[in-house]
């Protein structure tokens, strides 16, 4: 049986704006011996999934400074110490990047983007009923835009490599399970998302 590493000591190398970088040193149970691990010690993420009520995903275009490309994805972010929690951020991300409101909003997963190094979370809400209530406010170092797409469609956007972000693809695929679990949060009577 695998077991926890015992912790020796932690220190933090360097504090930036997204992160802080952590150099923790471990005995491992196995072997005995002592291991230097870094780690990036983040906020949790948000993502969300707008689907208007003709059963659009409401996507964003950004450019990525990782990546140096333009990638399609979902609203999303940092939780920051000001929302209540991940929910709040979610839908907060929503509003700024699209302008988007929804009459629903439910949390449909949780993931850790990558726990070799990364110690934080990224939860998926799924936002029904969405619909455009006011201008995007962007902060200074956003430049997005919006665009719906029919949902139906992911799948051979996620294939296709249209859609490359990691956590978006894990959100869609939350969704998927949601809708094989509850169908009739997506019934689209008339081409419109029917009311709960």
């Known amino acids: 049986m695998v077991e926890d590493w015992e912790m020796l000591q932690s220190e933090t190398l360097a504090n930036y704006r997204i992160f802080t970088v952590r150099q923790d040193t471990r005995r491992s149970p196995r072997t005995g011996n002592v291991h230097n691990f870094f780690v990036l010690d983040a906020a949790d993420w948000v993502n969300i999934i707008p689907i208007t009520p003709a059963g659009k995903v409401v996507f964003i275009r950004q450019f990525r400074h990782g990546t140096a490309a333009v990638t399609l994805e979902i609203p999303g972010g940092v939780v920051d110490e000001t929302d209540a929690d991940p929910?709040?951020?979610?839908?907060?991300?929503?509003?700024?990047?699209?302008?988007?409101?929804?009459?629903?909003?439910?949390?449909?997963?949780?993931?850790?983007p990558n726990p070799?190094?990364?110690?934080?979370?990224?939860?998926?809400?799924?936002a029904l009923g969405a619909c455009w209530k006011q201008a995007p406010q962007f902060d200074?170092?956003?430049?997005?835009?919006?665009?719906?797409?029919?949902?139906?469609?992911?799948?051979?956007?996620?294939?296709?490599?249209?859609?490359?972000?990691?956590?978006?693809?894990?959100?869609?695929?939350?969704?998927?399970?949601?809708?094989?679990?509850q169908p009739d949060l997506f019934n689209f009577a008339n081409g419109r998302l029917s009311p709960q």
């Open 87 to 112: 929910q709040t951020a979610a839908y907060r991300e929503m509003l700024e990047e699209t302008g988007y409101d929804a009459r629903q909003i439910i949390h449909i997963g949780t993931v850790e």
């Open 116 to 126: 070799a190094f990364l110690n934080n979370r990224c939860h998926t809400y799924l």
């Open 140 to 181: 200074g170092a956003e430049d997005i835009s919006t665009e719906e797409i029919d949902l139906t469609a992911v799948p051979s956007l996620i294939t296709s490599g249209q859609i490359t972000h990691a956590l978006v693809v894990a959100a869609f695929y939350h969704l998927d399970q949601v809708r094989r679990q």
